[in-house]
């Protein structure tokens, strides 16, 4: 039997969490200009972003890891979930969770923190995209070393949403 994965919902900078690796939103060019992803830039190092731009362009879905520069994460998982026609798809959210969590395995973590995915370009609402994530999070866990997720928003109308999501979840599985 599997055991049920830890999610805890956290506000504020995600940069400042001390887990294994971070996984932020990204845009489909890597680069790190906003939201979460411009403060993981700003607190890991510059070098974060010279190093996910040099790995891309990628499509929606995908990801691609960095060091974590200066941050107490070891790594940064970039994941783009909405692309540059800005569709919200949730399919997108659960491809790009999934491929941040094939790279647990190699890179032996077993806690990450992820941004609200979706969120970050305004495609999603906050609602939907913490709907997205939760779901996601939960088909992708099993059969990884995760076994602990944070998911951490920037404002208190995300952190609801994701409260929200979390018990309608739990509820469903009952």
Request: net charge negative; hydrophobic share 50%.
């Amino acid at each position: 039997m599997t055991t049920p994965i830890e999610i805890d919902v956290w506000q504020g900078e995600i940069a400042e969490l001390e887990v294994d690796a971070l996984v932020v939103g990204a845009s489909e060019s890597l680069f790190m200009t906003g939201g979460q992803a411009a403060s993981v830039k700003r607190r890991g190092g510059p070098e974060i972003e010279r190093a996910a731009v040099q790995q891309g362009p990628i499509p929606p879905g995908s990801v691609i890891v960095t060091s974590g520069g200066r941050l107490a994460a070891p790594y940064v998982i970039h994941a783009v979930a909405v692309g540059h026609d800005r569709i919200a798809d949730p399919d997108r959210i659960l491809a790009a969770v999934r491929a941040a969590f094939a790279v647990a395995e190699p890179l032996q973590l077993r806690r990450i923190a992820i941004g609200l995915l979706g969120a970050e370009h305004g495609a999603f609402t906050p609602e939907d995209a913490a709907t997205a994530l939760v779901a996601a999070v939960e088909a992708a866990a099993p059969g990884t070393p995760i076994d602990s997720v944070v998911i951490a928003t920037a404002h208190p109308n995300e952190t609801h949403a994701v409260g929200e999501a979390l018990a309608r979840h739990h509820a469903a599985a009952r």
